[in-house]
């Protein structure tokens, strides 16, 4: 990995959950509120996806569905390193199946706004902010129509990369040239 000394590009190192981790966290969190089993929270888009459950029996799909990024990180300078730290906005988009999907969809909307659940994500630096409205949308599965009831949910959170950026103490001695005798 360069640093900012040797001159090329400059690459992260640490950083925040993405893709397949960010995904098992959201997971554990809305098994946790919802007390659905944990292989009936599932991210919606799989390499392999698993078959879908019997028509009437309870389980979620979930996926990230955006993150958006504050206008520009902030940089922490230190001797060695300096940390770019920002904050993004995540929209969690989740939709509820079975015989009670809108009952669980409505435990998971109350479940978010007690503290005790909310701190669960506090280790990941992600805080809730808001929840949307519960939107029933009939879906076609399994040759046949389905309830599902669809709701979003909206987090923030902090995120911090490492760059192998050299303070100016750490230049050495640097000479300038006088032109005027």
């Not at 098992?24 to 809305?30: E, G, M, R, S, T």
């Not at 009437?56 to 990180?73: H, L, M, R």
């Not at 309830?147 to 995120?159: C, E, I, N, P, W």
Request: hydrophobic fraction near 35%; include cysteine.
């Amino acid at each position: 990995m360069g640093d900012s000394a040797s001159g090329g590009y400059i690459t992260p190192s640490g950083g925040s959950a993405y893709d397949q981790e960010l995904e098992d966290i959201f997971q554990a969190f809305i098994v946790g509120i919802t007390s659905l089993p944990g292989a009936m929270v599932r991210p919606r888009f799989q390499k392999d996806p698993p078959p879908f459950p019997e028509i009437g029996e309870d389980w979620c799909a979930f996926a990230v569905k955006s993150i958006i990024p504050d206008d520009g990180p902030y940089f922490d300078q230190k001797d060695e390193s300096m940390d770019s730290i920002r904050h993004e906005e995540l929209t969690l988009f989740l939709s509820f199946y079975g015989d009670h999907g809108q009952s669980i969809a409505n435990v998971l909307k109350d479940g978010l706004a007690i503290p005790q659940n909310i701190a669960q994500l506090k280790a990941q630096k992600i805080k809730f902010i808001s929840t949307g409205e519960i939107i029933t949308a009939p879906d076609f599965l399994n040759n046949q129509y389905v309830h599902r009831y669809d709701l979003t949910a909206v987090f923030k959170r902090k995120t911090l990369r490492t760059f192998a950026v050299k303070s100016f103490v750490d230049a050495g001695h640097i000479e300038f040239p006088r032109s005027n005798p």
